[in-house]
Structure formats: structure tokens, C-alpha cells
């Protein structure tokens, strides 16, 4: 019995192992750079290479380089096609993004896809730099499809080339300790790259220095980025120092301040729906479309900011259009502000109900739309939260607003008016049925006395 018990256990470890084995094995993918460590000539090859591949389709993928140091000068005849197995890997676009970066997309022919190891694309520099120069070749926004349109899941692995001859003997490495100081007047989550590869971040407090880590790095010039979002202006940053490393070395980093852009024109645009209906709402700003939320009755939606250039004119308009089911009515209100700076503007849907629907005739069944003659209401823009519908004043000031039913019916006034007329003839003529009747009953009564 323990003998059984035994080989039951082993036999379930042996299967784990295999699930394991094949479960790695299905996804380890790899796209490669292989380039020459040194190179001493006026051109050179690398080739991006691909292992473990199964049933691929097509792919695409960026590769950066100092333009400085090595360029590609033909796309046409500096790049050739990839081979896997004995299946050709054509590629069927390649263009330049910006003077650093190349983009490739390749396309395996057929349906069938292509399995196993080989390349996707041979590319061919010049040397435009000097001995002694460095070149790193990254890999970025890769993807790979199967036939299934599946995506592949890969690593993508760098390489660097050295240009000059190899040196005799092996290159000492030395050990660099990396610090990042935040100088700026935000938290930032600073992510760090050395050599192009990206060291993960850490969250350093303004004012404060983190260290990152130890870095075994050869003898020769190495490259040390630094790489922030910045929650003031909305902007990504990036400072890049290149070091020679000749000893052990502590290196110190440092951010940029960037401070909350005082001169700003910019509107953040709330819409506050006074409506007894949830609502869509639609916002355009200068008569462009910016953007719509579903708002729930009696809530604020929040639309964002929005910014102006600082020549433009401070008077910009704001309208809202949106469709009432309560009277089945579309509306829209145009409100004029003048934006001078960082404002909070609020707009508001007015309430619009059953009751505002009346009929013109009292043989007409169709209702229609008291809300083109409804009285506005105010809107205001403020430098702090949105003010509330009765507020008036501010630093954004209202030249005018407006709120029409886009139906084009006959305004209320004049179903008004037709409503009291109607009203006054029907008194008269009830005046007059009473008073008939009242003398009809007077002789009747003179009648039976008499008799």
C-alpha cells in the first residue's frame, strides 16, 4: 500500500514537471537583437531574431538608435526580409519615426503561419561616429499575431554595438550607485534606464534623494535616464547624462521643477442637470464638439478641462444640447463667458416637465413646446468649485444665454393668450345659460301661484 501511495506521488510530481516543461515552453517567445559587440568597419549588419515561434501570422516592432552614431540612409535596400525554417518573412512597410526610430511590419504569406526559429528582417548601418562611440539598438512596441489573430505573448531583448576595433583582454567593470533627487514641488514616480533598459521607479517626495541600486558596469561611456509624469502641467519628461566610467562611481540625478503654468487659459467644464429625467448631454465649446456624458437627475457631470491659446479671443461659447423624454423635446443652451484663466465653468439643463406641454387648439392632438420662451438661468465661471444656478458675477463673465426647443414650434405666449380668450367666452356663455334659466323658473313659479 505505501509502495502504491508512492509511485502515485511520483507519477503527479512527473505530470506537474511536464505542465510546467510545456506550459514555459508555449510561451517562451523571444525577439532578439544580434548585433557585432565591436565593429570597425563603415557598415555593418544586425539581424532581429525570433525562437520558439508557433503558428505566426505577422508582427510589427520599433527600433531606436543615435543617428548620431549609426544610421540606416536606403529603407529600400538597407532592409531586408526575414526567414523561418525555409519560409521567407517579407516586409511590407518600414518607415522612419522621427530621425531615431525605425518602424517595421512583416507578413507571413498564406493562412498556414510559420513555426520555429530564424529572423524577421536583416538591417544594414552606416557608421557615421567615432571609435570608441556606443550604440544601443532597442526594441519597443512589438507584437506578434498568430493566425488566430491571437497575439503572441514574447520578450524582446536589446543589444549594443561598440564602434572600433575589440579591445585585448576582457573590459573591467566597476560598480555604479545610481541616486535620483526630486527637485520639483510634487511626489513623482521617477522611473529610472541605464544603458536604455528601463530599472523599474521609485516615488520620491519633493525635496528628497532615493537611491536605486548598485550597477555593474563595464569600463566606457554609459547612458543614465531619468523619467517622470509631472501631475502640474500633464507632461511626461525625460533628462538623459552620459557618464564615463573609469572607477567605482556614485552618480546623482536630478529632476527638473516644473511648476503649475500660471498664465494657463483653460476652462474645466462641469453640467449640472436640474432635470426630474437621467440625460445625455452633449458639450461643444466655440461650436466644436468636445464631448457627451449620461448624467443622472439632479447630479454634476464632470466634462474636463479644456484649454485656450493665450491670443485667442477671452470670449468663448459654450452650448449644451440634449433630448428631454419627459416632453420628447430636444434642447439646447448657448451661454458666452470670457475665459481669462484657469476657470471652473457650469452649465446647467433646465427642468422641463408634462406640464410645459399644451395643446394650441382644443382639436389639435399634437403638444408642443413651452420651453423656447423659458427664462434662463444664470451660468457662472468661477476660479474654485461650480457656483450654483442663482449666482451671478465672477471672474467669467455671461454676455448671453439662451434656451430654445429646436423644434421651431409657436411660442407659449401666444397659446397663453389664445388659452385666456377661450376661458372668457366660455364664462360669458355659462353667465348667460344661468341667467335663462333662473327666469324660467321665476314664471313658472307665478304660474302655480296663479292658478
Known amino acids: 500500500m505505501y509502495a502504491q501511495n508512492k509511485n502515485l506521488k511520483l507519477n503527479i510530481i512527473a505530470i506537474l514537471v511536464l505542465l510546467i516543461v510545456f506550459t514555459t515552453n508555449a510561451t517562451a517567445v523571444t525577439v532578439s537583437v544580434d548585433a557585432p559587440e565591436y565593429e570597425s568597419g563603415s557598415r555593418f549588419d544586425i539581424t532581429i531574431e525570433i525562437d520558439d515561434v508557433d503558428d505566426l501570422d505577422s508582427g510589427q516592432f520599433d527600433i531606436s538608435f543615435d543617428s548620431s552614431v549609426v544610421n540606416v540612409t536606403d529603407l529600400n535596400n538597407d532592409i531586408e ?11 511590407d512597410l518600414c518607415y522612419f519615426i522621427g530621425a531615431n526610430s525605425i518602424r517595421l511590419l512583416f507578413n507571413v504569406p498564406g493562412v498556414t503561419g510559420v513555426s520555429g526559429s530564424g529572423t524577421v528582417a536583416t538591417i544594414r548601418f552606416e557608421v557615421v561616429g ?17 493566425t488566430k489573430s491571437d497575439k503572441i505573448p514574447a520578450n524582446w ?19 555604479t550607485t545610481v541616486y535620483v533627487k526630486n527637485i520639483d514641488d510634487d511626489k ?14 521609485e516615488s520620491i517626495s519633493s525635496g528628497k534623494t532615493k537611491e536605486y541600486d548598485d550597477y555593474s558596469l563595464e569600463e566606457g561611456t554609459h547612458t543614465f535616464t531619468i523619467r517622470w509624469f509631472d ?7 525625460e533628462k538623459t547624462k552620459e557618464h564615463t566610467i573609469t572607477d567605482v562611481t556614485t552618480i546623482i540625478l536630478l529632476t527638473d521643477e516644473h511648476a503649475e503654468d500660471k498664465n494657463k487659459i483653460s476652462s474645466h467644464v462641469y453640467i449640472n442637470n436640474l432635470d426630474d429625467n437621467n440625460l445625455d448631454i452633449y458639450l461643444y465649446i466655440d461650436e466644436n464638439y ?15 478641462e479644456y484649454e485656450f491659446e493665450m491670443d485667442e479671443n477671452a470670449l468663448h461659447s459654450f452650448k449644451i444640447e440634449w433630448f428631454d423624454p419627459g416632453t420628447e423635446e430636444n434642447y439646447e443652451k448657448i451661454s458666452r463667458i470670457y475665459i481669462t484663466g484657469e476657470e ?6 433646465d427642468e422641463h416637465t408634462e406640464v410645459d406641454i399644451i395643446p394650441v387648439h382644443e382639436n389639435d392632438p399634437n403638444p408642443v413646446s413651452t420651453s423656447s420662451t423659458l427664462a434662463s438661468s444664470s451660468t457662472q465661471s468661477t476660479n474654485g468649485m461650480p457656483s450654483s444656478p442663482a449666482t451671478a458675477g465672477g471672474s467669467g463673465m455671461i454676455t448671453d444665454t439662451t434656451t430654445q426647443s ?29 341667467l335663462i334659466g333662473f327666469i324660467a323658473f321665476m314664471f313658472a313659479l307665478i304660474r302655480i301661484r296663479s292658478v
Open 188 to 201: 513623482l514616480d521617477i522611473h529610472l534606464l541605464v544603458d536604455g533598459n528601463d530599472e523599474d521607479f
Open 130 to 146: 567615432e571609435n570608441g562611440d556606443i550604440i544601443f539598438l532597442n526594441l519597443s512596441n512589438g507584437v506578434l499575431v498568430d
Open 231 to 237: 501631475p502640474d502641467t500633464n507632461e511626461w519628461y
Open 81 to 91: 526580409n526575414g526567414e523561418i525554417g525555409s519560409t521567407a518573412v517579407p516586409i
Open 290 to 304: 468636445k464631448k457627451y456624458l449620461s448624467i443622472s437627475s439632479g447630479n454634476t457631470g464632470n466634462y474636463g
Open 344 to 349: 471652473a465653468v457650469t452649465l446647467y439643463a
Open 157 to 175: 531583448v536589446n543589444d549594443k554595438v561598440t564602434i572600433g576595433d575589440s579591445p585585448t583582454g576582457t573590459l573591467t567593470t566597476y560598480t
Open 406 to 434: 429646436t423644434k421651431g414650434t409657436p411660442s407659449s405666449q401666444i397659446q397663453v393668450e389664445d388659452s385666456t380668450e377661450n376661458n372668457g367666452l366660455e364664462h360669458h356663455i355659462m353667465t348667460t345659460y344661468t
